[in-house]
């Protein structure tokens, strides 16, 4: 049974960082593309992150390029979202996913598996 585990969020004042992990269970990190999604109250799921199969190339949504950093560690079978220079409208439920066609999509219709989604809101 697969499934992606996602550490919790929580509230960071405007300038600040965090840094998001997921791991996975029965899944192998190593075989599969992983992305970074995000949906704010009301809106729709968008593209943050995401690495090709085996994390050859990195690809970032504009809105986060220069401040997210997106890694993993195969050995761990988990993925790293670092989040630096927070601003108040990178508030929104985040989420990991995983690929197995390894494509490092920005679309959300590759991703088969999924991680609960976790809370981090920024204060200005």
């Known amino acids: 049974h697969e499934q992606l585990v996602g550490s919790l969020g929580g509230l960071v004042p405007a300038g600040g960082s965090l840094r998001l992990s997921c791991a996975s269970s029965g899944l192998t990190f190593s075989s599969h593309a992983s992305g970074w999604f995000r949906q704010a109250p009301g809106k729709e799921r968008d593209f943050v992150a995401a690495?090709?199969?085996?994390?050859?190339?990195?690809y970032y949504a504009d809105s986060v390029k220069g401040r997210f950093t997106a890694s993993r560690d195969n050995a761990k079978n988990t993925v790293y979202l670092q989040m630096n220079n927070l601003k108040h409208e990178d508030t929104a439920v985040y989420y990991c996913a995983a690929d197995h066609l390894g494509t490092g999509s920005a679309n959300i219709k590759p991703y088969d598996y999924w991680g609960q989604g976790t809370q981090v809101t920024v204060s200005s």
């Open positions: 690495d090709t199969w085996g994390g050859g190339r990195t």
